[in-house]
């Protein structure tokens, strides 16, 4: 069935409270998926956010974000006071990652001072889920201690897990250790609730995994054996991609890269309970870097720039058919993406896998370029562009006048104003069974509405949509498009989203 939806990620809803959250604003987004006739809402992962932000860059691959727990939900269970409530409150456009970091906490930890341990959904939860959460919950709680150094900066005995010092820890700081859990347990409680929501009204969720871990992860603290690290903890090759046209130097990513071998003789279980994890998280997953598992690009542990590397073959079509037989058959989007030679296309094709079509890559004049609608296939999500590129606007603004004369002629417009509609309109009118849009690219702005730019530390994954960005007259142009191209699924039309 031919669908439509819109990426906008978790911290990029409205609100008061500094970042998006589970609270009214998603609901309300979800309403506005239904009234334009969308029904697929992209996500990028959940995971808690270390240095730099990056939701790619998380402590765990299993917890999630505390930022993302409605404070005004914490407020309804009576776990903190109306004043406490009001202290959240942000008048900012834009994310302040270190003023969440100082203040959300500590309300937090009010509000889980209140909480019941002894409450029995708590308990199954934490029996559930003992196998991530509670090696999760001790590495926060050793990170506290250490003064939130990363793990290669511990003691030895924290890295090592010395069991006499460990045991001592969950003795005296058993509060810390609950903290953490409470946090999982209020998160995946609220992330269920809006999951449902957003199904009961036609809309499936797409949520994101990342290759690869942080260097800096409860994941790689507790499972060493499974990564190309040394004694200390410290990566021994690191991943990136290597120099092209859009970077010289290339990226240097820095996570460690996984010991496939040691993964293939445990039978690949830690990607088993991940891609499990991930499949009762959300309808739909799309895997980050897929070209990774066909072959991957390594850096030696030292180097300064991402120049210096080698790729190296990956565990290939053997590993999806282990976790096929293990787990059954899962929707995965492929992203396909970077240097993507034959034998990547290989291995999604015996996969089956939808690719990623990105409109912005197709306008280098070349008209059998892949990425022009014209050239794309069915079993494909098509996208204006991802989070790690400019907007549509913004990368039409900055082309040069024979480019955008090109994408003029290309979407049949007169002017720059309707650029973006006439991106989305053609998308929708391609072949492509998917078609998913940022919201930036459907409101249409530039430069301001950029979400990450690679390889640039500092500034990204802030940008926060608006309550008037949504809105009754802009749902109603989406399904009319969508009803025109045959992606509408079922209207509520005339709902004013925020009365």
């Not at 999630?64 to 006071?81: R, V």
């Not at 199954?124 to 900066?153: H, P, Q, R, Y």
């Not at 190309?228 to 460690?256: I, R, T």
Request: glycine share 8%; proline share 4%.
């Amino acid at each position: 069935m031919r669908s439509c939806g819109t990426l906008l990620h978790i911290s990029s809803l409205p609100g008061e409270y500094g970042i998006g959250v589970f609270g009214k604003d998603a609901y309300s987004f979800v309403d506005f998926l239904k009234a334009s006739g969308q029904s697929m809402w992209q996500i990028l992962p959940l995971g808690i956010t270390g240095y730099g932000d990056s939701p790619y860059q998380s402590f765990s691959s299993f917890a999630g974000n505390p930022y993302f727990i409605d404070p005004e939900g914490l407020y309804k269970e009576g776990l903190a006071t109306k004043d406490e409530l009001e202290s959240q409150k942000i008048k900012a456009d834009k994310v302040d990652y270190g003023r969440l970091y100082k203040e959300r906490y500590a309300f937090l930890d009010l509000a889980f001072s209140r909480f019941n341990k002894d409450e029995p959904d708590y308990a199954e939860f934490c029996v559930k889920n003992a196998w991530w959460l509670d090696s999760f919950a001790l590495f926060m709680t050793l990170k506290e201690l250490a003064g939130s150094k990363g793990i290669s900066d511990w003691d030895r005995e924290y890295k090592i897990k010395d069991k006499a010092l460990l045991e001592q820890v969950e003795r005296i700081h058993g509060d810390r250790i609950d903290f953490w859990k409470i946090n999982q347990y209020h998160f995946f409680k609220e992330w269920k609730s809006l999951r449902e929501y957003a199904n009961s009204n036609g809309v499936r969720v797409i949520g994101d995994i990342p290759i690869y871990v942080a260097a800096d992860s409860a994941d790689v603290w507790e499972n060493p054996e499974l990564f190309m690290v040394d004694a200390e903890l410290e990566p021994k090759l690191m991943a990136g991609c290597p120099p092209d046209a859009f970077n010289s130097d290339g990226q240097l990513w820095g996570n460690p890269i996984y010991d496939w071998e040691a993964m293939r003789l445990d039978g690949y279980s830690w990607w088993k309970k991940r891609l499990a994890m991930t499949a009762k998280l959300y309808d739909l997953v799309r895997i980050d870097h897929f070209r990774g598992f066909c072959a991957y690009y390594t850096i030696e542990a030292g180097e300064k720039t991402a120049k210096q590397g080698k790729w190296i073959k990956g565990p290939g079509s053997e590993f999806f058919d282990e976790v096929k037989a293990s787990l059954g058959s899962s929707e995965i989007i492929a992203e396909d993406l970077g240097f993507i030679d034959e034998p990547v296309r290989k291995l999604l094709s015996e996969c089956g896998f939808p690719g990623m079509k990105i409109l912005e890559f197709g306008f280098d004049g070349d008209s059998g370029n892949e990425y022009l609608p014209h050239n794309y296939v069915k079993n494909s999500f098509a996208y204006t562009g991802t989070h790690d590129n400019e907007t549509f606007m913004s990368f039409y603004l900055k082309s040069d006048a024979k480019t955008k004369r090109y994408i003029r002629d290309y979407f049949n417009i007169d002017n720059s104003k309707d650029v973006c509609y006439g991106a989305v309109r053609t998308l929708f009118s391609s072949c492509a069974d998917n078609v998913v849009i940022p919201l930036q690219d459907y409101i249409g702005i530039a430069d301001d509405g950029r979400m990450n730019t690679p390889s640039v530390v500092g500034g990204n994954w802030v940008w926060r949509a608006t309550r008037s960005d949504f809105n009754d007259k802009l749902a109603e142009r989406i399904y009319e498009l969508a009803a025109l191209y045959g992606r509408a699924h079922t209207p509520v039309k005339g709902t004013n989203f925020y009365e």
